[in-house]
């Protein structure tokens, strides 16, 4: 599976935008990009995944490059609950294990 | 529809005894998987399994740890003999499988394991 790269800190400010970037440049044609968030001490939280087209659902949207090398993760309106560590992840759409690397620790504040 | 359960929450277990964790999936799952995070550390997958299968267990320690899912009941993981080390917390998460997305994976609120 490819190695993704990210910031490992990121403060937002309430109720904007928060971008979070993701570097995988060496995908493969058939890996998905997934995103999963660590509220401190919790479960992890499955957020949303994609291939090549960008996707939304009710939490975020993943924008995806052309070239598949990287991708960012939005919040468009984060909020105080969004504080979390942010983890992207590249595999097979075939079932096993996620890797976790360290992630990207999102500070909101007010 | 429930999610993803683990009970105990908290397990205190004093060296040399054996705990036991255990794993509910989210009804009509049938892909479980177990990860550890030790303290101020990352999460580690250890195991993945399905229905009395063992699919992937490159992340078990050799020794002491083990897990099963069989036919009916949860999923069990299963430390002897611990030790100090293994104090962490232990996550289960499951996915429906091909029908519904292998790596959708819901995750359970974990079992703190402490080892006195």
């Known amino acids: 599976d490819a190695k993704t790269t990210q910031p490992p800190s990121m403060d937002c400010a309430e109720g904007r935008a928060a971008n979070l970037p993701c570097n995988h440049s060496?995908?493969?044609?058939?890996?998905?990009v997934y995103w999963y968030r660590q509220i401190h001490s919790q479960g992890p939280q499955y957020i949303i995944h994609?291939?090549?087209n960008n996707e939304t659902n009710e939490m975020a949207s993943l924008i995806i490059t052309e070239d598949r090398k990287s991708s960012t993760l939005i919040l468009p309106h984060a909020t105080l609950r969004d504080t979390a560590v942010y983890y992207c992840?590249?595999?097979?759409?075939?079932?096993?294990?996620?890797?976790f690397g360290q992630g990207t620790e999102l500070s909101v504040k007010p | 529809n429930a999610g993803v359960m683990q009970n105990p929450r908290h397990l205190v277990r004093r060296r040399g005894q054996e705990a036991r964790l255990r794993c509910s999936p989210m009804?009509?799952?049938?892909?479980v998987y177990w990860y550890r995070q030790l303290p101020e550390e990352g999460l580690k997958f250890m195991v993945y399994?399905?229905?009395?299968?063992?699919?992937?267990e490159s992340g078990m320690p050799k020794e002491r740890f083990s897990a099963e899912f069989p036919k009916e009941g949860p999923s069990i993981l299963r430390i002897q003999q611990v030790v100090r080390g293994d104090s962490a917390a232990y996550f289960c998460?499951?996915?429906?499988?091909?029908?519904?997305?292998?790596?959708?994976?819901?995750f359970g609120p974990g079992t703190r394991l402490t080892v006195l």
């Open positions: 998460a499951s996915s429906p499988g091909a029908s519904g997305g292998y790596n959708e994976q819901f």
């Open positions: 994609g291939l090549k």
């Open positions: 992840i590249v595999l097979y759409n075939q079932g096993g294990k996620l890797i």
């Open positions: 060496t995908i493969s044609g058939n890996e998905y």
């Open positions: 399994l399905q229905k009395e299968n063992i699919i992937d």
């Open positions: 009804k009509g799952h049938s892909h």
